[in-house]
Every structure is written in C-alpha cells, then in structure tokens.
C-alpha cells in the first residue's frame, strides 16, 4: 500500500510537470522539436529517392514525424516531446551503424548492432512507447474536454493531428515490432538447424571412423599360430593352383 501510494503521489507530481511544461513551454523540448523538423525533412526527401526505402511506412512515417515536430515548437506537449522526439530516436543510432557497415561490406559489429537495435526498438518503441502514449491520450482528452487544470486548447487541429498520428505511429511501432520478432526467431531456426546439420554430418563422420577401424582391425588380426592371413593363404593357393594348371599345360604338350 505504502509503494502504491508513493506511485500515485509521483505519478501526480509527473502529471503537474506536465501541465506547467504545455502551459509555459520548455525551451529545451521545443529546441529539440526544431531540430527534429530539419533532421526528419532530410529523412523524407532522402527515402523518396532510395529504391529499398520508398516505401508508404517508411516516407508517411518521416513526414508525420516531421509535421508533428512542426507543431511540437508551439509550447505544447513539450513534456511528452523529450519522448517522442528525444527517447524513441535512440534505436536508430545502432540501425544508422549497422545500415553504414552494410554498405562499406564489413561484418566487424555488425551482429551486434542489429542485436543491440533489437533490445533498445523492443524495449523503447514496443514496451514503453505504448505507455507513454497512454498518459499522452489522456491529457489530451482532459484538455479538448476542459478539464480544470489543462491549459487552454491552442488549436483543435494540433490536437487532432497528434491524436490521429498518435494512432498511426503506435500502429508502426506494432508493425516493425512483428518484423523484428519474426527475424528474430528465423534466426533462432536458422540457427537451430544449422547446429542439427553440423550434429548429423559429426555422427556420420564419427560412424564412418568406427566403420574403418573395425575393417583395419579385421584386415590387421592376428591368427593362431602356424596359420597365415586369410587373403595371404587364397593368393597363395591360387598361385598353386595356377602352377599345377601351366605344368599340366606343359607336360601334355610334350
């Protein structure tokens, strides 16, 4: 009881830094959302002309980004800014390295840049991403529907951009988060059937080698004594036979 209350009490403290973060705005996050406009309209122009990203999720997402960053330098919302343009981005700075080692054809890291993408992206996008846009959903709410204490609705368009882009984007997060999950466990498949190939091809091996050595084992025996190998005895016997066979040949032709 004790935790819960001290979770509610900081959870409130969180909430009214919020409140006075949208009312008076904070230079820090709106700073940071202008930077996200230049840095998110590179982006959008850049995957319009590379093949592999113009896609619809790739191009919708950096020019949503971009349009809410937009927004995001009116002090509104700069306290879930240092989030969504802040946190978010830092899955990106090991996918930027291991796209960049893609191109330059090494291999050096690049394992574990995909690894560490894939823990920070399930971690920051699929795991908390959601939570965040849980408290976002309700102070907007609170706010279009003039709750006491919410700063003063500055523009209903703002607000109903970033609510609908809010459901896009989540939805991506989801999406790239099943393509990151199914990689994963090809991966581990992959993985699991290359070790029951490398297990098979050592058993063969393994049973070929017992094979040999049996068959050295029975060509190497040794027989009782006053008696020869086996093969030695047929060569020999057949070479008598042949010299009986020829002096037969011979004397009857005398």
């Not at 997402?61 to 830092?90: D, E, K, Q, R």
């Not at 907007?140 to 609705?153: D, E, I, K, N």
Request: with cysteine; hydrophobic share 45%; net charge neutral.
């Amino acid at each position: 009881a004790r935790a819960l209350a001290e979770g509610l009490a900081a959870n409130r403290g969180l909430h009214e830094l919020n409140l006075q973060s949208n009312a008076i705005g904070d230079a820090g996050a709106m700073a940071l959302a202008s930077r996200t406009v230049s840095y998110e309209l590179y982006n959008t122009v850049t995957v319009i002309f590379l093949p592999e990203y113009a896609t619809a999720a790739f191009i919708g997402h950096h020019a949503c980004t971009c349009l809410l960053a937009i927004l995001g330098m009116h002090p509104f919302l700069n306290y879930y800014g240092f989030f969504f343009f802040g946190l978010s981005a830092v899955s990106s700075v090991p996918l930027a390295l291991t796209e960049l080692l893609k191109v330059m054809n090494s291999t050096a890291g690049l394992e574990l840049c995909e690894i560490v993408f894939a823990i920070l992206f399930l971690c920051i996008r699929t795991v908390y991403w959601p939570y965040v846009s849980y408290g976002f959903w309700g102070d907007m709410l609170g706010a279009l529907q003039g709750t006491p204490g919410y700063p003063p609705v500055h523009s209903t368009f703002a607000y109903v951009v970033f609510l609908v882009a809010n459901v896009g984007l989540t939805s991506l997060q989801l999406f790239w988060t099943t393509k990151i999950l199914s990689a994963i466990v090809e991966a581990q498949l992959a993985y699991v059937a290359r070790e029951h190939e490398v297990a098979l091809l050592d058993e063969r091996d393994e049973a070929r080698a017992a094979q040999d050595n049996r068959h050295k084992e029975r060509e190497h025996a040794i027989l009782p004594r006053g008696q020869r190998p086996r093969r030695l005895v047929n060569r020999c016997g057949e070479a008598q036979r042949g010299d009986r066979e020829a002096h037969k040949a011979q004397g009857g032709g005398t």
